[in-house]
């Protein structure tokens, strides 16, 4: 209960120009009061599920009426719109694939802010530009409520198992009842620290992934055509200064590892379109900050010449394969 | 016995064109007979008294006399030139700062080849040309000698604590008693393949750690620049999948580790010019062998910028420094 | 008069949904009315005046009252903000640094939509984002103006002397009017098609000069290593294929070229923040189109770089300095 | 007879500690002695077809029988190997695809070397490693012949039209003497330096051609995603600051120019490989006197992808077919 409390203090604190504290409908009186789930694609239905399964009444929405009706045979209550789940639960989770998808679930004509309540707490785990997540939260706070972001990393796999990394942006005294809910979706949650930092969090981490990913490929290839063996390279390297999440755990070399997607002709995964989208922002963040990002800024444009070259739906693993094909003229 | 047994054997094998067995000197009777030891600068010193602390007696030679003096006290023979060396010992270990000095001290008036005696085995642990490797290995052998290339991993300090890492590449027979020396130097010794394979090894080790390094620093940089706590988002990469050696054992930003380079104003370390050096091997082995380096050639330009802007005499990690100075305009 | 004509028809046309024909102030009935200006930098200033010396009556306003009194000595009229400029003219033009500015002079609450009359034209010849181009134009439209975009290529030496390169986009039947006015200040004036495309236009325009400045900068470094005299190795890229602008019109060595700023210490021209600007314009509609630019990509981090390292406020050919300093280790 | 006997007298002054004057063959008494060729391919055939319409006897060979044929069917005669030429010429051009191909030609055990004359003037035309240049220069001095290097730019169109452009590398001395040979077979004929200074002004023109061909298909792809149409675009640019050859004389996007290999499906011009080739070179001598080439190494990696993905024989040009390929995901 104290950190019930601590919630609702702090909402009366934060929000006192706004609201009197009689109109604050204090959420979560009880833990397992309904929640509201709005994107049910393939990370948002496992998640969705996870909450169920941890006992939480689950009101959740899509445009796509088949992934309503699946998670209804798993338990969920369905509604038409945002704004319809806004108006029965006072904690939503939202999992876009888009920006333009967020403001139009959260500011659009049936969005949550049409009919959300004083006092919900809206997360966001979609992926977005980071201008988008501030705009939303500022658009949240004149209705009263309060919005984080709380951006995921780890793939569908990862949804379905529990294990997602939750990064966590928003007012600190919110956190506590965020972290209630995705704690059951995942094994890692962060808090970043303002609104926009889940989302800045997520995306240095995929920048350093993609420069990380291309520079392995780049470097089992060299080693590879210098006439080393690639498991003993990739051993060498993992032992070496070398090593990073990309040789030791996700190589891109068919046969150096099993169970990844260069193990099963770059299905799978995360997808070229999907890390080309991640870096976009990643540019975007640094362009408008005035950061040198040389590295970042080239691994963005090798996956933009991979999805015009046709590697859009493979794994960004497969990066391997493009800078390899046809091997030496 | 057995190995050296198969040593000699092997030797045979190899060369009998070349030489009657009977000329063989069959090197290592006893395992403790001198090792020759040339180069002894800041890595050369430290690794030659791991030998003698190991119980070798070490016959050395080096440009410098106040290193040869300095190695005369703890204990080595000193000899005027690596041709008397090779005159006296059957092992010898070189550790050199570049191509030339390797030529020279192989190949010149007073070099190794001047004076070798067959089936002596000489260990090359300075990081060079594989190409100047191969070379050094065919005249050896017509030499009836057994050239092979050992460049290290880890530096200074590493070298004082016999916690190097050895990537080795030459004849696999001979594999073994090079080990034996090895050891005595290093935590970690790796069998790479045929002659040159162990400066392939290092090459690319060293290329995809400047690609981690410029990575972690433009990261970094952004994430600083986009309100995130430096130490934070370290922890947050560092168990996510941006995870790599630079970020989470060698950090670039000044406050994030202690015990770093970057701690301590970039002082120390593995040199700008230095990195700079050993892309510029992978890069010449990129372009001979016809492969695509987009990272590794980029990451070279940057540190080729880096000396052309003061930053040469700077460990590698001061790369954060150089992408950051003066901050945003 | 047809012109004109055409104009006032092609007005009605596009705007009948929102203003009745007996509204509109079909502006220029004489073509030596007063024209508006706001933004009297060094660029606006000496193009107020040039509008002056054809016997244009100028009302013009900036934010610095040492500004308007300079251009007042020339004859124009001051007013106190752009609303007060747009109540009094109906053609304006705008030459301002950003764009937050231009949205503040536009929308702004003393902007000129505040008191734009129907018909107005609106001509913005700052260098920006073509979507707050788009926006602007949207805007005007909704008040019954016609907004285009008129980016300049040319300093502030072409400015003086009525020698800019304009580039225009917005709807085609106000080309004219707006040419009519363009014309006064610069020697050449293109239409590129809907609005938007004078940006897109100057910024493709600058991609590819940043990419052949530094490409020049490069090729002429690494020239003079391998022992080429620079006017020589000039001279030979002028009458070969790597012939561009910048080793032809604006060689960045010193000691080739007269009149430019490399022969100047780098002083004057085109300054390193203002390149760096464009290029993240560049970046930012290469990313949402999705359209992969690695040399502009680099070209853009490569000027970040040099912002951070002190070359701010020289000219852009400085990247020649920047790439050279202190030359070989 | 004036340049002729400066010629003689120079190469007396410059050999004589190896050579006698008396034993000097002082080569074209009269001009219209025969001229070897070595290297009969599409460049060399029409380059020695151009020196018999000059009436200069050729006496030539060639790897290939065909070759040989059809030069023999133009009027030249046809020796078998190198060294017979060299027996028989005292004025020698080569034109072969590579390094490789020029040492064997030249220090090969049928080679020019072989039975090359005192005197004898060596003309190299192929596009090699500057070093294997002087490597060549250092061997023919040994005999008392003098090596010139002198690649050419254009292809063959211009080599059939004698319209190459030579750069010329070797002593001055002797540069009269290839000149008059050279502009049998060329339009310009410049002097460059010493030798290998022809390939390094070369190599250095590929280099900024690479950059001025990838900027200009980046830009053009940019703009025409903004909605430009290319054909306005390309005028812009070629008016603007962002002209280069590659927009104004060979531009990569279809529809835009006749003429060009972008007109015809990329077919015919200077092939990707032989891009990826030069760059190489360029690659390496940056390397090795350690100057930054950021822009001219990534080129040289879109280069490498390039040929990895399948465009190798296509002009390259076709850097704009790769990185538009599918579009707009």
């Not at 490929?217 to 055509?225: F, S």
């Not at 030791?248 to 995964?269: C, H, K, L, R």
């Amino acid at each position: 209960m104290a950190a019930l409390f601590r919630g609702c203090r702090n909402f009366y604190k934060r929000s006192n120009k706004h609201v009197e504290l009689s109109f604050v409908s204090c959420r979560s009186m009880a833990s397992k009061t309904p929640v509201g789930f709005i994107g049910l694609g393939n990370m948002g239905t496992p998640m969705a599920r996870n909450l169920l399964k941890h006992g939480y009444p689950v009101i959740a929405t899509d445009v796509f009426p088949e992934s309503c009706k699946e998670l209804q045979d798993s338990g969920a209550q369905i509604l038409d719109s945002p704004a319809e789940v806004a108006d029965k639960a006072d904690r939503i989770i939202t999992m876009l694939p888009s920006s333009p998808n967020v403001i139009e679930v959260y500011k659009g004509p049936n969005g949550i802010l049409k009919k959300v309540k004083k006092g919900t707490l809206l997360i966001d785990s979609s992926t977005i530009d980071p201008e988008v997540s501030k705009e939303m939260a500022v658009a949240a706070e004149k209705m009263g409520a309060v919005f984080m972001d709380a951006p995921v990393s780890g793939g569908v796999g990862a949804a379905s198992l529990a294990k997602l990394t939750f990064m966590v942006g928003g007012v600190e005294e919110e956190y506590n009842a965020a972290q209630e809910l995705l704690t059951c979706m995942g094994a890692k949650v962060v808090y970043c620290g303002q609104v926009g930092s889940g989302q800045a969090a997520k995306i240095c981490n995929n920048m350093l992934l993609a420069i990380g990913m291309i520079g392995t490929a780049e470097t089992m290839n060299l080693g590879i055509r210098l006439g080393l063996d690639p498991k003993l390279l990739a051993k060498i390297l993992n032992m070496s200064s070398g090593r990073c999440w990309s040789s030791d755990t996700y190589n891109p070399v068919p046969g150096v590892m099993e169970g990844v997607p260069s193990a099963n002709n770059y299905q799978g995964g995360f997808g070229t379109t999907l890390m080309a989208k991640d870096l976009g922002f990643a540019q975007n963040a640094a362009t408008s900050t005035r950061t040198p990002v040389p590295l970042g800024s080239l691994a963005h444009q090798i996956y933009r010449a991979m999805c015009a070259g046709g590697y859009s739906n493979k794994d960004f693993s497969s990066v391997f394969q493009f800078l390899r094909e046809e091997g030496v003229q």
